[in-house]
């Protein structure tokens, strides 16, 4: 895909995919809450206000790095960042994070590109599981290894072959979906860098990404 305002549909359709859950969450909250006179209810239906407000503002702290162009931030950024916006997002669900990169910062599309394979290897884990992060630095640039684990594990080939480019996967840019579109993204991202990415299956519920920068 070549046409930027299409995309930036598509990563729209994907953003509000993401967040109607928790926002709609708040807003039938708010309903009960209005209508509600036991305190103890009310106080139920508090707590899970704040849940709904928490895990939306973890989601939009995670895709303003995911998607957006990172202002605010210098050229590089912390990797320390990139972890609180990680831990933010998967917190209080199915998926654990075990983060441990030896490597102190990123440029920005070299954050976006991984927190984008993040979110791929998330998705993949149906049923849950963890998700490690190691690298370190070498004298060409980083190396980032990403493995998702879990009993059931799907990460559909359309995803991979966009995210790899291997096979047809850049001949299939003009079929993009919200759903297709952070694969592409890291995958573009990365080859404005220099960089790639790879992907490994280990059995069933193994996953590995590598993401050279």
Same mark, same amino acid.
């Given at each position: ?26 807003? $039938?909250? %708010? ?6 006179? $036991? ?20 989601? %939009?702290? +995670?895709?303003?790095? @995911? +998607?957006?162009?990172? @202002? /605010?931030? /210098? ?12 831990? &933010? ?26 927190? $984008? ?68 993204? &890291? ?7 220099? /960089? ?8 069933? /519920?193994?996953?590995? +990404?590598?993401?050279?920068?």
């Amino acid at each position: 895909m070549t046409d930027p305002i299409a995309f930036s549909a598509l990563l729209c359709s994907r953003l509000c995919h993401d967040l109607i859950s928790p926002v709609g969450a708040f807003t $039938n909250g %708010l309903e009960l809450l209005a209508d509600e006179d $036991n305190p103890e209810m009310q106080r139920q239906v508090i707590e899970l206000l704040e849940q709904s407000a928490q895990q939306t503002a973890s989601r %939009l702290q +995670f895709f303003r790095l @995911a +998607f957006g162009a990172g @202002a /605010g931030f /210098g050229e590089m950024v912390a990797m320390d960042t990139g972890r609180d916006a990680v831990a &933010a997002y998967f917190a209080g669900g199915k998926v654990t994070v075990d983060w441990r990169p030896a490597v102190r910062e990123l440029s920005k599309d070299g954050l976006k590109a991984l927190l $984008n394979v993040m979110l791929l290897a998330g998705e993949s884990l149906i049923r849950g599981g963890t998700i490690t992060v190691d690298g370190d630095t070498r004298a060409a640039g980083a190396e980032l290894r990403i493995t998702a684990a879990g009993d059931r594990l799907l990460l559909p080939p359309e995803i991979e072959m966009m995210l790899t480019g291997g096979a047809s996967g850049a001949s299939h840019d003009g079929a993009l979906t919200p759903k297709l579109a952070p694969a592409f993204l &890291a995958r573009t991202t990365l080859v404005g860098l220099g /960089g790639q990415v790879t992907v490994a299956r280990e059995g069933d /519920g193994i996953v590995k +990404f590598v993401i050279l920068l």
